[in-house]
């Protein structure tokens, strides 16, 4: 005949007591693993999962470009403009300039639309350089400093803005000392980058010695908005 179990006196021997002891904390644990992985969170942390509202042009890189963008160059007084979307590694944008052109760009190749279809063409973007996440943030690192309400107007070294617009040269052997530093102004709201602008009257001064550039005035603004409202996109 089995012998029944005596519970009342299992519970009270040390072993049973260790047993359960380590079975409610093993799944205690295993739930709150799930939990961790599973969580909003924790999507969050990973932006290749799922984009977020809090995407700006000087985050981390490990964040995709989801925002909608404007760049506009002026150049004494003719003015290029970019306007489009960007999301990770694509760009949607119409350039317009003495026409208006819709390009595609995917990683480092542009497409542009002739007659409906896009094909392949060279970069359109001039002063990209300054467009690029990488030297944006270099750029605007110390505007906490001065910041005066919603913007921060400072001045940035005519070397770091060489630095960027000739990433490989020697500044053609001129004396940059002689050149002044760059004005830039930055306004941030709620957090996010909205706007900055160059005022690059300086690097217009060095470019007409060393490259006979034919103006004598350049300001670059950039704007962003609906940070994190683009979803992916192909050709359209």
Do not use: C
Not at 37 to 44: L, Q, V, W
């Amino acid at each position: 005949m089995e012998k029944k179990v005596n519970w009342k006196e299992k519970v009270k021997e040390p072993k049973f007591k260790a047993y359960v002891f380590f079975g409610f904390y093993a799944v205690f644990f295993l739930v709150l693993i799930i939990m961790i992985r599973t969580s909003p969170a924790r999507k969050e942390e990973n932006p290749t999962l799922t984009p977020s509202s809090s995407n700006t042009p000087v985050e981390d890189n490990v964040n995709i470009k989801n925002y909608q963008y404007i760049y506009t160059v002026n150049e004494d007084d003719h003015s290029l403009v970019y306007m489009g979307k960007a999301y990770d590694h694509k760009e949607l944008f119409t350039f317009v300039n003495e026409t208006t052109n819709t390009y595609y760009r995917l990683n480092d190749h542009f497409f542009k639309k002739v007659e409906g279809n896009f094909v392949v063409d060279s970069n359109p973007y001039l002063y990209e350089s300054f467009y690029n996440v990488d030297n944006l943030d270099e750029l605007i690192k110390n505007k906490d400093a001065f910041q005066e309400g919603n913007e921060a107007t400072y001045t940035v070294p005519i070397s770091d803005i060489l630095d960027i617009y000739y990433p490989e040269e020697n500044y053609n052997g001129f004396v940059v000392d002689e050149i002044e530093d760059v004005k830039v102004t930055v306004t941030e709201i709620n957090e996010k980058i909205v706007k900055v602008v160059f005022q690059l009257d300086p690097l217009a001064k060095y470019l007409s010695q060393v490259e006979e550039a034919s103006f004598t005035h350049l300001t670059i603004t950039l704007e962003y908005y609906d940070y994190g409202k683009i979803t992916d996109f192909d050709m359209e």
